[in-house]
């Protein structure tokens, strides 16, 4: 496949202006038209997602990435300064990339365990000229017990990479008090909010809100649980490479 026969991306732009109150430059619509070539001729080697439809690919990608900032996009008359931001499981770079495309002026730090991800990134980084990503292959739990990562980052973003509980435990360290993390997912079950207020509590945050909301386009269901950091998480979290998972912490008794 060519470049050529790559079709164009819906630019939708009374969709983004009805849900977001934003609009993207001519030059980010480029940008995302990129990413989008990029990542379906990647994707013929590396499997990176199922979504190859221009519609799709606006939708879950695109639009589902920035549905998480949506409390930045609506402020952007006062749009901070510099923030420091980490996404978590960043697979093929989402919602990292649509990220860093949409707020030039924040630095982006994309995270995954997987060499080939990471390097496929690195390829796009370049392609499109972005300059303010920084990339890690490690895993997330290794990173949260090095000194120099920890409580830094004022937005961690995790989309699709583990249970609720678990992704607590990744974001939490890593966050400066007063950081926030973006917990995207799709439907949000009752098992999982159970015990989910004491496990954030112990790792040093708080529910700030819970937003539930359908996609513009498909009307899926979609959740975004966003934690606020209130206190310094204890030394110990998050635990060993694996532990997370195996042993949520929602499963620990006497919290
Ligand atoms: N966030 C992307 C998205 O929504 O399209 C990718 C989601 S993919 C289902 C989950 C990704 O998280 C995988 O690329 C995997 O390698 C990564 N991952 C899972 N656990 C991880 C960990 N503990 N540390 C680093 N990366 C992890």
């Known amino acids: 496949m060519n470049y050529h026969h790559i079709e164009q991306l819906p630019e939708n732009n009374s969709v983004w202006q009805e849900t977001l109150n934003w609009q993207p430059t001519s030059q980010q ?11 379906i ?21 695109l639009w589902d990435s920035l549905r998480g900032i949506k409390f930045i996009l609506e402020n ?40 080939k991800k990471i390097s496929f990134i690195e390829t796009i980084l370049a392609d499109l000229n972005i300059k303010n990503v920084l990339t890690i292959t490690n895993r997330v739990e290794q990173i ?17 990479v583990a249970p609720t509980v678990v992704c607590a435990e990744y974001a939490l360290p890593l966050l400066k008090i007063g950081g926030i993390a973006i917990l995207y997912r ?3 079950t009752t098992d999982e909010k159970a015990n989910l207020p004491e496990v954030v509590k112990l790792l040093g945050g708080k529910i700030e809100t819970i937003e ?11 959740n975004c649980i966003y934690l606020r950091k209130v206190g310094k998480t204890p030394i110990n979290y998050p ?4 532990v997370p998972t195996q042993k949520p912490l929602r499963d620990v008794k006497n919290l």
């Open 186 to 188: 799709g439907n949000f």
């Open 76 to 115: 952007q008359i006062n749009l901070p300064e510099e923030k420091k931001v980490i996404d978590i499981g960043t697979g093929a770079g989402f919602p990292g990339l649509p990220v860093a495309i949409t707020l030039p002026q924040y630095t982006l730090t994309l995270v995954d365990s997987t060499r």
């Open 144 to 160: 949260g017990r090095l000194f120099q990562y920890r409580e830094i980052y004022d937005i961690a973003l995790l989309r699709a």
């Open 29 to 39: 619509i480029e940008q995302f038209q990129k990413l989008y070539e990029l990542i």
């Open 239 to 242: 635990r060993p490479v694996g």
């Open 41 to 61: 001729i990647g994707n013929q080697k590396l499997n990176l997602t199922r979504i190859i439809n221009p519609e799709e690919f606006w939708e879950k990608h």
């Open 212 to 222: 539930e909301f359908k996609t513009p386009l498909s009307d899926s269901i979609r």
